[in-house]
């Protein structure tokens, strides 16, 4: 029986990634309403976080996309989940509305950036010189998957708005997610190494998506 090729596990890295960011970047909307009454703040005020973490995330993917072709792409993946487990579970921990924009604003915004689509499809491109279309489609619906699934079992089963961000930091971002990273990803093989002067060649092996 043949073993399944190693570029399904990193198929299912970039789906399992994409699931919990997605997941993690859309559980705020939950705590929106409990935290502003907590921490008397307007709504309007705390949503003004959700731009800032849009705004970091634009400006530090292209220096996430740097460290993906000059460094690792394990090692960014990998490190940017850490700082956005660590940025969601701060959030369980904020007393204030400034702090809301440093740990959602620019720690998660920075985090969500290095393990975020743009990085992913790259990682699942690689591997899959002949069939990225298909592929990438496949990892990126972890996306949508994960703001679906973790935001409705949030809602069925709520805790309180601190709660959240420390079950979905340590149980989904750095108990699961980052040693996945970590042990799963690894450098693509050299007959899936596209010639790096031209575009990819048409006498590459087909990739194993479909037999």
């Known amino acids: 029986m043949r073993r399944p090729h190693y570029s399904y596990v990193i198929l299912v890295t970039g789906f399992v990634v994409l699931f919990f960011t ?3 970047r859309y559980a705020f909307g939950l705590m929106l309403k409990p935290m502003s009454e907590d921490l008397d703040v307007s709504r309007s005020t705390l949503s003004l976080a959700v731009t800032t973490f849009m705004v970091v995330s ?4 292209p220096f996430m996309g740097r460290l993906v072709d000059q460094w690792s792409m394990k090692g960014t993946i990998g ?25 959602y604003g620019v720690v998660f915004g920075i985090g969500n950036a290095g393990a975020s689509i743009s990085p992913v499809t790259v990682m699942i491109s690689r591997w899959f010189p002949s069939r990225r279309g298909i592929a990438s489609s496949g990892a990126v619906a972890g996306n949508a998957l994960g703001q679906l699934i973790i935001v409705i079992a949030l809602a069925a089963y709520w805790f309180h708005w601190t709660g959240v961000g420390r079950l979905h930091s340590w149980v989904c971002q750095l108990a699961v997610l980052t040693p996945l990273v970590f042990l799963a ?10 010639n790096s002067k031209g575009p990819l060649s ?6 194993p998506l479909y037999p």
């Open 22 to 24: 997605g997941g993690s």
């Open 58 to 61: 634009a400006l530090a993917l």
């Open 79 to 103: 490190v940017a989940a850490v700082i956005s487990g660590v940025g969601i579970g701060l959030m369980g921990q904020v007393q204030a509305p400034w702090q809301v924009f440093i740990v």
């Open 185 to 194: 990803v690894k450098g693509v093989p050299r007959d899936k190494t596209p």
């Open 202 to 207: 048409h006498n590459h092996p087909r990739d």
